[in-house]
């Protein structure tokens, strides 16, 4: 499977959200995998290999994926992000001025703390549970993944059963949990020491490859 989408959103969320952006993620794509295996056990799998539903899906991937890099170009282009490091020192200030105000005969915080700074205030963005959900639906090579490899992967693990195919369920999104996770983990890991034109380098990297892959997904729709 090819998993460039996925990866440069999770990238993008991790920025803006920190570590948790990875598994919520993967929460999405989980939930997205399981039904299509579901699905093809109930015989989705003769639909999915017509050459028509192919081409479908790259022309609507291949135009959603280039919205969600044209989103990221924009943002990396306008420093939509602030980079870890001051967001952790903002967070830490917040914090003593959380405590300076607290009362502690009241129980009370003072109301300009416990308005959020609109300094980090974020713009509407795609969730990542949905965004694990339709970036790896956006991906055609995603679909044709499990319909060869996958399919075949679910072969042989139907021969041991209902286990069979929860271990292989199992074994397969711990396997990404785990990357995306270690992929969010040194990107947090270098929050101190990273600085703002890094973080805007990255996003917009993240945001041409998108725009480039949706271009090749829409050239494969209308190519056949």
Known sequence: ???????????????????????????????????????ILGGLSVYLKQQAVFHTIALLGGFFLILMGLSLVRDG?????????????????????????????????????MEPSGKY???????????????SLANPYWSLWWLTIGLGYLSLALKSGSAGIVTFFSGHILADLGWYSLVAAAICGGRRVLNDSVFRILILGCGVFLLALGAYFIYLGIRG
């Open 77 to 113: 282009l306008q420093g939509a992000f602030s980079s870890f490091k001051l967001k952790a020192e903002e967070e830490e200030k917040e914090a003593g001025e959380v405590l300076a105000h607290f009362d502690a005969s009241s129980e009370i915080l003072s109301p300009s703390v």
């Open 1 to 39: 499977m090819v998993p460039g989408p996925l990866l440069s959103f999770t990238v993008a969320e991790t920025l803006k959200r920190g570590f948790r952006a990875a598994p919520l993620t993967i929460l999405g794509h989980a939930t997205l995998e399981l039904a299509l295996i579901l699905a």
């Open 121 to 135: 205030t974020r713009g509407r963005s795609l969730h990542p549970v949905a965004g694990g959900i339709l970036i």
